[in-house]
């Protein structure tokens, strides 16, 4: 006997269903935003595309029929009989008639596989796709930048999970000569920003997805308004990516200010080259990354404060904001880590019910996962997020406060006054290290720190994650990137890559192996004074 699942999608793939309502709404719907976003310069010459799921209750989003608009067909006078239909695996169930001369044969979109990952990745409702000036031009401010970063700005609320204070960043991946050829990097992209809701692609434009027609659109609108916004600042010297919108040096903005992680809290002059004799030289380095457990924070506090904490407000946590768009995405990251745990027979991971069970039911099931999670110490991005937004709460009410060793704030300010750059590497997402550094019992230490990375940027033990930071951080040599870290491991990976490595010795750190082959220092102040 078939399957409930089954007979849907049969039924939607019917003659009968084709020629309904439901597909003929959402083809002319298509063809409406076409032609509403020819006008903007969005999707002049035939270029740009855009793409919905057909609109029926009855049908589970995951299984709805795919629209989309073709190749090579003038927007502006685009029709419902212009469009494909996809099933929802990606299947071409109808496509357009042939036209006269001149128009061109019909020709799918070359978008189509990329829609289908944010279908797939993101469970879209729709996906528009643009050329707009605006995000061209924006992709090309910084070359080497892989993120896009701004900040207070009133348009920032219509970006899903987003509020006027938030820190907005959209991934950009390079321009390839077919639009198909950026699948695998669109994808990679999308798995690597579970927040981000569009994607940037250099010297071509953007890729924007929402749950419906209605948020793809609005959130669309508001990319290209912030987009601009950032060009016309840029225009008058200002730094769209600090919440003072102050000045910005024209001389650092390559390096600075659209790079991952970067300037938002960095006030260091530019650092100079290394073989110039002003420069006070760290093993040669002219940048430092640091580890926080065991380098700059002792473990203790890690193990004793803050996962006790995240574990014991869990629930709390979910419960009060089970339905807002931050806990929304939470949870959908969770779901996807625990299905990946269950197939890998991961001890402790229990299945979580559909929403249709409760909020109770799904709330109980999450918290069994969270809490085995973090007495595993899973470093994965989905449970640091969560701790992230759990611990923000905690510093809020100032039930937490930043634990850091004696000798850091003297060392922070020892390099930022010799003009070396000082980052954070932490497992921990970049926001919980905002909130740390933020909310020390020494003061507000960020305006000592360039930037933060996390694991979004790949796992600490592994080398290709610092040749990720030796490419943002932008420098000559990987070998000018100083990285202190209390774990073995991380201190192999970081070598390979090229950097200086030293090991942290801190009380209650793990013991290293015999005949390590690094340097050791007991504090940071060690480092400044050789």
Known sequence: MASCCETEAAAVTTEAYLAGAAVREARELVAEL??????????????????????????????????????????????????YVFSADGKVLSEPAAKPWPNKPPKCTDCAPLFMKAYQMRGAGAVIHSHGIETCIASMLDPGAKEFRMTHMEMLKAIKGHGYRDELVIPIIENTPYEYELTDSLSEAIAAYPKAT????????????????????????SYHYLLDAAIKLYQLGID??????????????????????????????????VNNSLLPIIFGATCVVLDIEG??????FVTDVMFPYARDNVRKHLTSTFYSEETKEDIKLLRVQIEDDLRNGIPGAVPVPPD????????????????????????????KQLQGHIWRTGFEREEIHGVIFEDVPEALKNWNSRNIKVYIYSSGSREAQRLLFGNTEHGDLRPFLCGYF???????????????????????????ILFITDVFQ???AAKNAGFEVVISIRPGNAPVPENHGFRTIKSLSEVCER
């Open 490 to 492: 991380e201190a192999i």
């Open 240 to 273: 769209w990516t600090t919440p003072e919108h102050g000045p910005v040096n024209r001389a650092k903005r390559s390096r600075s200010i659209l790079n991952p992680g970067i300037p938002n809290e960095c006030h260091a002059a530019e650092p100079l080259k």
């Open 198 to 221: 569009a994607v940037l692609v250099r010297n071509h434009g953007i890729f924007v997805w929402g749950d419906s027609w209605i948020s793809a659109k609005t959130q669309a609108e």
């Open 295 to 300: 380098t700059t924070t002792p473990i203790s």
């Open 34 to 83: 076409c032609r509403h976003f020819y006008a903007p310069g969005w999707v002049t010459g035939t270029g740009g595309s855009i793409t919905v799921k057909v609109n029926d209750p009855a049908v589970p989003l995951a299984d709805r029929l795919i629209v989309m608009s073709p190749s090579g067909v003038q927007k502006e006078r685009m029709v419902a009989a212009d469009m």
């Open 454 to 480: 996390d694991t979004t940027i790949g796992n600490k033990k592994e080398t290709r994650s610092y040749f990720e930071i030796a490419q943002t951080l932008r420098v000559d040599s990987p070998s000018q």
């Open 356 to 383: 249709e069970a409760g909020k109770e039911e799904v709330i109980n099931s999450l918290v069994a996962n969270v809490e085995s999670m973090i007495e595993a110490d899973w470093k994965v991005t989905s449970l």
